[in-house]
Each structure stands twice: as structure tokens, then as C-alpha cells.
């Protein structure tokens, strides 16, 4: 009997602790079919962020690291630097990386460290109970903007990969979304390509996922997939910011 | 041995690393240690090594966090307040069990301060600074060669605790120019680094480096087999120099610069009949108590002598236990203490 559907080898068989409806498990899976279909598991290092994911250490089958809020390209350098050879990518959150950790991503993208980034964009804090981040919408309610979040107190979404497109050392740089099967597979062989442009050494690239958080938002999860897409993706338009034509 | 030669102290830092085998450096400019920067920035290539100006103290403490996970000999430097900055990573890289040197080449604080020597880190270097129950050996070295020393020594101390240490100098001796001797070769001590990150090959299970511990039971446990590390660690690498100790008058506790001004105290005084003896703390931590303890009732006094508003004068305290008075002279500001004002104190003290 032939097999056409299993779990990918650089994923570890065991329950991951995210919320339903949560997208997290469906970007670990992508990852992981791109590792094992590069055939990289075992030169590739993980850098696990603070937040949600703080553990999915415990869920890729690769050597991995948990960092400091919102150092993990910092980290990630740490080790590129020492083995240049191996694949080295973080996995950061939008308080993680657009927040406290926005000096790390601006320095590691504009040094052009050959990591790869996954930056989960659910325009929310998950794991301290729903507070707004860098990335909360305009009129969004969170507990930490009780009545929306209004520009003129707590000023506007930011747009990472538009503010990292502008940087010589970022070479691959693209927006990708989980509402759907269609973006779902666009957000795989963006990460993939992602992987390769780090692999054939032309510096730093980073993939942008909107994905959704039903138990902070206050939603249920289809519902929540629709908020992407009507909500989210106006103002964090999806597709390519550079390195579309990088052949690798 | 190789020839003399003569060289600033914040250079031998670095020379002493790359002789130590010292291939990865992260740091930030600040005054007075930046000079270490520029010798790696100018012989790392050479090596094939890492050098990288990272954009904050907390972003190089973090690289070495990376570049320890992944089994390199790493360190970096700074001066006070960098070493502020540097304490979260500190904490996670004490929890996660990363060996790396640090060194921070004091200059005198609070706040921005002042850039001259000072040696008010005293508690910040040995009572923690970061969060969490956690210690790093911490090396106070006096001279240039015994900066060198230290240095290699420090490396190879952090590989075989998989710990942190920390060398300890004021701006003066990051600063002065002396001559040095280095060593033709290192002894390297070979660590097992089979824990650190550097893929799996697809051989082995993955490693994993974390400082996160939720299960309460689980961290507990984690913080006992540090403790016990600690303690193994007090037992084996307490060092202290004695000096003129036996009969002595009264006993100073000095360390780094100030130690060798004592050493100049100690002849003066002699002139006037006054035995002076000096216990000196090579590792601030862990802490010397049995030297201190030895020799709690030979002097009528102790005195801490120190560039801090009194800092180690708690730990001589703590180790003499009441059993003679334990006095502090202090200079702060980036002020050194004269070899006169000293000996004023002593005599005041024996009067």
C-alpha cells in the first residue's frame, strides 16, 4: 500500500500544546516538509523564540535553541557564525521579533547573517493573555487596548517586511497567509525558497506568516481564518517584497 | 617561556584568548576596554575567526549564547555599564549551562559615571546581577601577566564546569602597559561538547540548549545540579594569594590594582614597626573564606581596601565571623586610594 500522507521526518511524533484553531502546528509542518525535502534535518539548527512557540524545540527532530525574548537572530548568529555550513533559522512571534526583539532582526538582516527567519504574525501577544503588539490593527481590541487601538495613543501597525525590504542584507523577503489551502501551499515554497537563498549563502531571508489566534481574538477558528483575510491581509498585503527572481 | 615584551593590558586580553584557542568574539565599544576590540577586529581574520560589532551589549551577550550553544571557545567584553546590559543573557547562559568568558574592565558608576578605574561591580559580578539563583567564577587578576594567565585559565575553566566566568579588571589595569611573558603553548583543557548544537548528522537525537523549565519539580531539581556544580567549583578553583600574613599586625583584604599598592603599604609600614599582611582574592567567586578564616585571630584588624563604596569588606566579614573587627577604606569616583591615606587608616585603626 503506498503511503501519501505522513508526518514529516524533521517533526517529532508527540502533542503540541497550541490552542485549536491555532496556526502554529500548520507552520511547524511546512518547515518540517521543507527540511526533509531539502534533506537538511541534519545540519539544521532551530532557534526557539519566547511567546507561544517558546517550546517547539520539542518539536522539531533538528538541534535546537531557545533564546531570549526577542534575540533569537542574535542567537541564530551566534551559531551561524561558528558553523557556516549548517541551516540556521528563527522562529519569532510579533512581540518577539517586532517588539522587544527589533534591534536584533533589523542588525541581523542588515549584516546579511545567512539565517532564515519565520515571523508569525497574529497581531496579538498569545501566551500572556491576549495584549496588544507592534502588529495589533488600528481599532483592534486587546487587554492592554481595552477600547481599541487608537494611533494617536498607541500609534500604527508596523510592517516588518516592508521596513526589512529597504535593507541591502535582506535578499529574500515575503508576506504569506494560513487562511486558506492556496496560501497554505504559497507559504511553503516561500519558505522553502526562504531556505535555499540561506543555503546558496546570498544572506538574510525572512517569510512573514499571518496566522490566526481564535482564543485571543475571540473568535472561533473559521472565523478566525476570515478575519485574516478581510482584516488582516489589507493592511499586511501579501506576496513578494524582494528576491522573487533569485534563482537557487 | 617566550621573551619578554611589553603590552597594554586590554591587548594581552585579547592575545590571551586567541592563544586560549578563543576563535569567536561579539562586543560593543565602550570605554575602557574597547582596546580589546580592536586587537580582535585586526587578528581575528588572520585566525579565521568571528569578530562582529554587534549593535547593543545585548545582542554580542546573545551571540555568545549562540556561539557557546554551538560549542565554541567564545567570549566577550565591556566595561560597567555594558556589563549591565549583558546580565539577561548572562542569567539564561548560566541556567542553560554555556561555557564563555566575559570580561568586564571596571570604570566607575552608577549610572553612565565615570570612565577611570573603579571596582564597584563587586556585587553585581559575584552576587548575581542577572535574575535567578545562579554563580560564574569571577577572576581578579593584578598584573598584566597575571592577566594573561587568567584569561587562558578562565577558558578553560568555563569548558570543564560548562560555566560562566568572568575576569575582573579596573580601567588601570585594561589601561597600563607592562611587560608580559607568554607561555610557546597553552594547556587546553578538552571538554566534551557532545551537548552543543551543531546538527544532528541524522546520528544522534537532537540537542537541545534551553533555560526554561516549567514544571516546578523539574526546575528545582535543574537549580540542585547547579548548586552542586557551584559547590564543586568552590572546592577545586578558590584561589588567593597570602603575603606577609604570619604575625601580622593587621591583615588587609585587597584585590586587582589596589592589591599591589598594598604591596607598597606593606614595605612603608615595616619602617614604622607595623606588620602588614594581605590576603588577596584571585577568585572573588568563589570567595576565599578559608584563608580568612586561618587567620581570623592572628592580626588585631582587618581592613577591606577598595575602589567601591565598600563591597567585598561584606564577604570579609562574613568569613572573619567576629572574630576580630573588620575595617573598610574605600575611594570612589575613579579615585585610587593612596598608599598615605593607608597608612593613615592603619595607624588610626592600631592606635
Not at chain 1, 482564543?215 to 493592511?235: H, R, S, Y
Not at chain 2, 568574539?25 to 576596554?33: A, L, N, S, V, W
Not at chain 2, 545585548?58 to 557557546?68: D, E, K, L, Q
Not at chain 2, 537549580?223 to 604575625?247: D, H, P, S, W
Amino acid at each position: 500500500m503506498a503511503i501519501v500522507f505522513q508526518r514529516p521526518h524533521a517533526l517529532r511524533e508527540t502533542q503540541m500544546h497550541y490552542c485549536p484553531g491555532c496556526t502554529h502546528g500548520i507552520v511547524h509542518r511546512l518547515i518540517a516538509e521543507v527540511i526533509d525535502e531539502l534533506g537538511v534535518e541534519g545540519r539544521t539548527i532551530g532557534v526557539s523564540p519566547v511567546g507561544c512557540a517558546y517550546n517547539n524545540y520539542l518539536y522539531f527532530n533538528c538541534d535546537m535553541v531557545q533564546a531570549a525574548h526577542g534575540r533569537a537572530p542574535a542567537v541564530a548568529t551566534g551559531i551561524k557564525r561558528v558553523h557556516p555550513d549548517n541551516v540556521v533559522f528563527t522562529y519569532q512571534g510579533d512581540g518577539d521579533l517586532a517588539a522587544i526583539g527589533t534591534a536584533e532582526i533589523i542588525h541581523a538582516a542588515n549584516r546579511g547573517e545567512k539565517i532564515t527567519t519565520i515571523f508569525i504574525n497574529n497581531a496579538i501577544y498569545g501566551m500572556t493573555s491576549g495584549q496588544m503588539a507592534p502588529t495589533t490593527l488600528v481599532g483592534q481590541v486587546t487587554t492592554t487596548s481595552p477600547f481599541g487601538r487608537k494611533p494617536e495613543l498607541h500609534g500604527y501597525p508596523l510592517n516588518v517586511c516592508e521596513m526589512l525590504s529597504t535593507l541591502k542584507g535582506a535578499v529574500y523577503v515575503e508576506r504569506v497567509s494560513m487562511h486558506d489551502i492556496k496560501n497554505i501551499k504559497n507559504a511553503k515554497n516561500a519558505i522553502k525558497k526562504a531556505f535555499k537563498v540561506q543555503m546558496a549563502g546570498l544572506g538574510f531571508s525572512i517569510v512573514e506568516v499571518l496566522s490566526s489566534c481564535p482564543t485571543n481574538w475571540g473568535i472561533d477558528p473559521v472565523n478566525a481564518l476570515k478575519w485574516i483575510e478581510e482584516k488582516m491581509i489589507p493592511q499586511y498585503p501579501l506576496g513578494n517584497f524582494k528576491g522573487k527572481d533569485l534563482e537557487v | 617561556m617566550g621573551e619578554k615584551i611589553l603590552m597594554k593590558g586590554n591587548e594581552v586580553i585579547a592575545e590571551a584568548a586567541l592563544r586560549a584557542g578563543c576563535r569567536h568574539y561579539f562586543g560593543y565599544p565602550i570605554t575602557p576596554q574597547t582596546e580589546i576590540a580592536h586587537y580582535f577586529a585586526k587578528k581575528m581574520p588572520q585566525y579565521g575567526g568571528t569578530f562582529i560589532q554587534a549593535e547593543s551589549e545585548v545582542a554580542a551577550m546573545n551571540m555568545v549564547y549562540g556561539a557557546a550553544s554551538a560549542g565554541a571557545r567564545v567570549m566577550t567584553s565591556s566595561s560597567s555599564p555594558g556589563i549591565s546590559l549583558k546580565q539577561e543573557a548572562i542569567s539564561y547562559a548560566a541556567c542553560a549551562e554555556l561555557p564563555a568568558v566575559i570580561v568586564n574592565i571596571m570604570r566607575a558608576g552608577p549610572g553612565l559615571g565615570g570612565i577611570l578605574a573603579a571596582q564597584s561591580d563587586y556585587f553585581q559580578a559575584t552576587k548575581g546581577g542577572g535574575h535567578g539563583d545562579y554563580r560564574m567564577v569571577v577572576l581578579a587578576p593584578s598584573s598584566v601577566q597575571e592577566l594573561y594567565e587568567l584569561v587562558v585559565d578562565a577558558f578553560n575553566i568555563a569548558d570543564k564546569y560548562r560555566t560562566l566566568c568572568m575576569i575582573v579588571g579596573d580601567g588601570m589595569l585594561g589601561q597600563m602597559m607592562e611587560a608580559v611573558e607568554f607561555r610557546d603553548k597553552e594547556d587546553i583543557y578538552q571538554a566534551d561538547k557532545s551537548w552543543a548544537v551543531t546538527g544532528t548528522g541524522m546520528e544522534r537525537d537532537h540537542n537541545i540548549i534551553t533555560s526554561i523549565y516549567i514544571d516546578p519539580e523539574v526546575l528545582e531539581k535543574h537549580n540542585l545540579k547547579l548548586q552542586e556544580k557551584y559547590r564543586k567549583i568552590a572546592e577545586n578553583e578558590t584561589r588567593v594569594e597570602v603575603f606577609n600574613c604570619e604575625g601580622a599586625d593587621i591583615i588587609v583584604a585587597a584585590y586587582g590594582t589596589v592589591a599591589r599598592i598594598i604591596k607598597n603599604v606593606i614595605k612603608t609600614a615595616e619602617k614604622e614597626g607595623i606588620k602588614v599582611g594581605l590576603i588577596r582574592p584571585i577568585t572573588l567567586w568563589p570567595f576565599p573564606t578559608a584563608e580568612f578564616e586561618k587567620y581570623a585571630d592572628v592580626p588585631q584588624a582587618f581592613l577591606s581596601v577598595e575602589m567601591s563604596a565598600g563591597q567585598m569588606v561584606e564577604d570579609v566579614r562574613l568569613a572573619v565571623n567576629g572574630k576580630r573587627p573588620v575595617y573598610f577604606h574605600g575611594r570612589m569616583g575613579g579615585m585610587i586610594p593612596t598608599q598615605k591615606e593607608i597608612l593613615e587608616k592603619i595607624r588610626e585603626i592600631l592606635k
